[in-house]
Every structure is written in C-alpha cells, then in structure tokens.
C-alpha cells in the first residue's frame, strides 16, 4: 500500500511539474506551482524531514506563490501579447535538447554514487550533543552550516531593499502596496480578530520548539507574516511606513546580531562563528531571537510590494484607485 501511495505521489509530481511549464496562462502556472509546493511537503513529511516539509508548505507553496500571484496580476496587461509570440522551432529543439541533457548528466550523476553514498550524517550525528539543541536541523543550519544561513539572512535583506527599489522617486519612504479597504462586518475581517490569535500561538510555539523538535525561526516567522497580512487586508491595519526607523531597524537587526555573535565566537572560541564550550545553545538561540523580526518583517513587506503611497493625501487617493 505505502508503496502504491508513493508511486501516486511521485507521478502527480512529475505531471504537476510539467503541467507548470507548459501552461499558457501565468495564473494556472502559478497555481500548479503552488500546488507542486504542498504535495512536495507531503514527499517530505514521508521521508521523515518534517522540517523541511514545514518550510516547503510555508516558503515553496505559501509564500513564493503569493509572490508570483502578485506577479500576475502585474502582468496581466501584458500577457496577452506575450501568448500570442511564438518561438521558432530551432529555439524549442534548443530548449528540449538542453532539458533532456541536464536531466541525463543529473540522472548519471545520481547513478555514479558510490555505496553506500557519501555522508556526513554520523559526524553530525556524533557532534550534535555539542551545540546543547536536540533537533538536527537547527544544529546545522547554526552550527556546523551557521555562515550558510547568515548570508541567507543577508540576501532577504538585499531582496526587499530590491523590492523597494521599484518604486517611484514621489513614494519613496512611503507605505508598500494598496491599503485595503473591506466591509468592517465581513467574514474576512470576522476571520482576521479570530485567526491572529491563534496563529501567533502556533507561530511562536514553533519558534520555541524548533532548537529540539520539528519547527524553527523560518517556519515561525511564515505564519506570523501571514497573520499580519491576514490584518492588512482586512482592512483593520495599514502597511508600516518603510521610512520608519522601527522598520528598518527590524530588518537588520538580525543579520547584524548573527554577525555580532560570529565576531564574539572569534574572540572566545577562535573561529567566526565558533562557540566556546557550554554557550552553543544560548549563542544559538540569541540568534534566532534576534532573526525573527527581522524574518516576518521581511516576508510581509515582501508580499505587500515596492512602496506605492507618499506622505501626502493626494499620493494616497490616487493610489488606492
């Protein structure tokens, strides 16, 4: 039967995949993508890496497809004539011989393995006790990968300031995206005073959990930014102002502790980065505390967009029509 499922799961991937690449209309390209995301979560869950099933359902499915949704929408006017192009047919046999070559170099890859496959799961396995947390992941991604995951949080923060950038001179400083407007009585802003709640309950127990069990700051920080979307366009909120000293302060405030506790390794234990005997899981956890905001500050000025209202009253009527 387990293996009956996984053959279902496994083709409905591969169909989900191609049906992505070969829609012609971007919003049923995204929605198979977002689609691909959750049933790859699912792939992940079977294979006992339900971290990485939380952040594939979070970060693949939920939050990259609301950016590419996004994205759609922008391109709408456009899409028309971009379907109505066709490619020549010595650019499709281009396309399909370097499709089918990179899929047999990575398949002869796989096949070139050595048995059993190199891995360096017994050292991770054998040092863990070391870093004071119980869930391997975490231990990874802030011990043994902890540079990895400090220029991650770097290139989120190069990636809004990107995002900002897409403004125009006249909102710069302003608020990101359209303020929302709903009826005060509706479901939606019924669901957005019940929902927050609970989600800042899961979100920070996941925060909590993730240094022993199956959670973390990037899964965490998903369902808090959803939360606060989920305020915003409700129409109960309005987007911070990006000029707002809070704001940004938030969003360096992580990368610059990571960094500060990578210059104090150097000090105490010798190595950026390192962590003297007995403080890894502190050290370890005042970065993920400081990651945090910086985490959900981001992916929510992310999802609402470069900056499309000034300071003045006109910037905003115009806008919001």
């Not at 992941?137 to 989120?156: M, N, P, Q, S, Y």
């Not at 960094?259 to 150097?266: K, N, R, S, T």
């Not at 962590?275 to 905001?293: Q, R």
């Amino acid at each position: 039967m387990t293996t009956l499922v996984g053959g279902v799961v496994t083709l409905l991937l591969l169909w989900l995949a191609l049906w992505t690449v070969v829609a012609r209309d971007a919003f049923l390209a995204v929605a198979g993508f977002v689609v691909y995301g959750l049933l790859l979560s699912l792939v992940w869950v079977r294979l006992a890496g339900i971290d990485v099933a939380l952040t594939e359902a979070a970060i693949g499915g939920g939050l990259s497809g609301a950016l590419l949704l996004g994205a759609v929408g922008r391109l709408r006017g456009t899409e028309v004539a971009a379907a109505a192009e066709r490619s020549g047919a010595g650019t499709r046999v281009v396309a399909i011989v370097a499709s089918v070559s990179v899929s047999v170099v990575l398949s002869l890859c796989v096949l070139a393995l050595p048995e059993p496959a190199p891995t360096l799961a017994p050292q991770v396995a054998r040092m863990l006790p070391s870093t004071g947390v119980g869930n391997p992941i975490t231990g990874v991604l802030l011990a043994f990968r902890a540079l990895d995951t400090l220029l991650e949080a770097i290139v989120l923060v190069i990636a809004l300031v990107g995002v900002w950038s897409l403004a125009p001179d006249r909102f710069w400083g302003g608020r990101p995206g359209l303020r929302y407007m709903t009826d005060p009585d509706g479901i939606l802003a019924y669901l957005a005073r019940l929902l927050p709640p609970i989600g800042i309950v899961v979100g920070m127990y996941l925060f909590w959990a993730g240094a022993d069990h199956p959670g973390g700051k990037f899964q965490s920080a998903t369902i808090l930014a959803a939360m606060w979307m989920l305020v915003q366009m409700a129409g109960l909120a309005d987007a911070p102002r990006i000029d707002n000293r809070w704001v940004r302060g938030g969003v360096v405030i992580g990368p610059l502790a990571f960094v500060a506790v990578g210059a104090l390794g150097a000090w105490t234990a010798g190595a950026f980065l390192g962590y003297p005997d007995g403080w890894a899981k502190p050290m370890i956890v005042a970065i993920e505390v400081a990651l945090l905001p910086t985490l959900v500050l981001i992916l929510a000025l992310l999802l609402n967009g470069a900056p499309a209202r000034g300071a003045d009253p006109a910037a905003v009527r115009s806008s919001r029509r």
